[in-house]
């Protein structure tokens, strides 16, 4: 490489490239220049970031170069609090905010220009490559973004992906061990993170593609109705062009993609009531406990803990569409969802809800008789769980506590009854829509299929289980479920013992909230 030297990862050489240029102090805990310099290991030069720049001088090749994407609107000012503090310690080219630059542009460049480097023999560019790590910074809807934009560029090699988490349910960052209250947004806070990135190990995921087909309707739209504007998360779930080959005349195709859970029902209503408030106020969301405390008081006032009385039985999941299921490759067969379940969730990771477990561990006597596996994050099932109300929810914080758990499966499709109901909600990794449906039409389709995996990174504290990880089949034998309640109709909605679980979003009664009150 012409007009530079490249120094390997042991190299002991002042670098004047790397000296800091900028300051931030915000205070206690804020980030000041001549405390922190620029963090070499995780590096990028400009050139490499920048097409048409050239490289300068001696190049240090970093240990864990990272691309970092930060959602500067989530977390209230945490994610503008955070950015600042990764520019600080980093290339300032190298820390982008979503706001201002969509990850699909920024990712076409970066590898653009490195595919040309290479072609013009430079080594140091494709180690960049080969060591390349991305951190993204916001709610499950923006990681779920940055995903889908990896996977559609169907790399070679694509970097692995590491989650801060700065939403409200925070299930994809718990799920591979990196916590799900909001991070402090100071250097040393963003030091620590850094070091955790180092030490995390790679893991593969399945990734899900959901595709929806309607015929065209002969008046009115049935465009997703996102809460006043699209969600990140929806932007890959969009009409099909003409030309694409999921296209059939006369009909609207949809699709996109998930990578945690896809929801239907009155969870996905009450979370669509969350984001449509919170658009409209947003001054009133600027901490996750407020979020988490709103998020449980919509529960009530949508009827999510009193179901049975204000929720119709049309919209009951067996009365709203016929479902069906592939186990692995083969035939199509009908699944029987139990009476009452007013919520289905084909879940991909073990956490929802804010990191609660809906399948939990079946003991294997349960799991021989109904044929069902481990819940590995890499062996290309989804598991199907059901809920009835909060209230069924609310089991989730005991020990062995999950819901109705009704099937795995390699693909799902949902067959919508004539005219059962002129919409329906839906939500795919925490961003909900409100789905209308055609009254004239019997054969609305929504069909989940397994496409491909991406890579994660996860630390020691990961939840997730992968099925070539040896000791997460050990680790799976000796947890018993005792509980029968799979297919168990019969509860009491109005049961004190209800009334004393804790504190999951979906699922909580906030202090001072008389949910019967709410009803009348």
Not at 8 to 28: A, E, T, Y
Not at 332 to 357: A, H, K, Q
Not at 450 to 478: E, F, W
Request: hydrophobic share 35%; charged share 25%.
């Amino acid at each position: 490489m012409s007009g530079s030297r490249v120094l390997g990862r042991d190299s002991k050489v002042s670098l004047p490239s790397l000296r800091p240029k900028r300051s931030c102090d915000r205070g206690m805990g804020g980030c000041k220049s001549e405390n922190y310099g620029l963090l070499k290991e995780f590096y990028i030069p400009d050139y490499i970031l920048e097409p048409g720049l050239a490289a300068e001088g001696v190049l240090h090749m970093p240990d864990f170069p990272v691309l970092v994407f930060i959602n500067s609107r989530s977390g209230g000012q945490l994610g503008g609090d955070l950015l600042t503090s990764y520019r600080v310690l980093l290339n300032k080219l190298q820390v982008h905010d979503l706001r201002e630059e969509a990850p699909d542009k920024v990712l076409h460049k970066l590898y653009g220009n490195l595919e040309r480097l290479k072609s013009n023999g430079d080594d140091f560019a494709a180690e960049i490559e080969n060591r390349l790590k991305l951190i993204v910074a916001g709610g499950d809807g923006t990681a779920s973004w940055l995903l889908g934009v990896v996977s559609d560029l169907k790399l070679a090699r694509p970097p692995p992906i590491a989650t801060v988490p700065l939403g409200t349910g925070n299930n994809l960052p718990f799920s591979f061990g990196w916590g799900k209250k909001n991070p402090g947004t100071d250097c040393q806070s963003v030091k620590s993170f850094l070091d955790q990135v180092k030490k995390a190990k790679e893991m593969k995921i399945d990734s899900w593609h959901i595709m929806m087909r309607m015929k065209a309707p002969k008046e009115g739209s049935c465009d997703p109705i996102a809460p006043l504007e699209l969600p990140l998360s929806l932007h890959a779930f969009q009409r099909v062009s003409s030309t694409d080959s999921l296209n059939m005349e006369g009909y609207h195709t949809f699709h996109g993609g998930f990578w945690n859970y896809f929801s239907m029902g009155m969870d996905a209503q009450v979370s669509y009531a969350f984001h449509s408030e919170r658009k409209l106020h947003p001054e009133k969301f600027k901490s996750q406990i407020v979020n988490q405390s709103t998020y449980a008081k919509l529960g009530c006032t949508q009827g999510w803990f009193c179901a049975s009385l204000v929720h119709p039985s049309s919209r009951n999941i067996a009365q709203l569409a016929n479902v069906k299921i592939m186990k692995r490759q083969g035939s199509w067969e009908s699944l029987n969802i139990p009476r009452g379940i007013r919520s289905i969730i084909c879940l991909n990771l073990p956490s929802f809800s804010g990191g609660l477990n809906p399948w939990g561990t079946p003991n294997q006597k349960k799991a021989q008789e109904r044929d069902l596996t481990p819940p590995f994050v890499d062996d290309g099932l989804l598991e199907v769980v059901g809920f009835r109300d909060a209230w069924h929810g609310l089991v989730l914080l005991s020990p062995k506590g999950h819901g109705t758990r009704i099937a795995q499966a390699h693909r799902i499709r949902f067959e919508f009854q004539k005219a059962a109901a002129d919409h329906t909600y839906m939500r795919i990794d925490g961003e909900p829509w409100k789905q209308p449906l055609p009254v004239d039409d019997d054969t609305v389709v929504v069909e989940i299929s397994h496409l491909g995996q991406v890579k994660m990174l996860a630390t020691k504290d990961c939840r997730s289980k992968s099925i070539n990880d040896p000791s997460s089949h050990s680790s799976t034998n000796h947890i018993d479920d005792d509980d029968d309640e799979d297919h168990n109709e019969e509860y009491n909605e109005d049961s004190e013992e209800r009334r004393k679980f804790g504190a999951a979003d979906t699922f909580r009664i906030p202090d001072g909230v008389d949910v019967m009150a709410r009803l009348s």
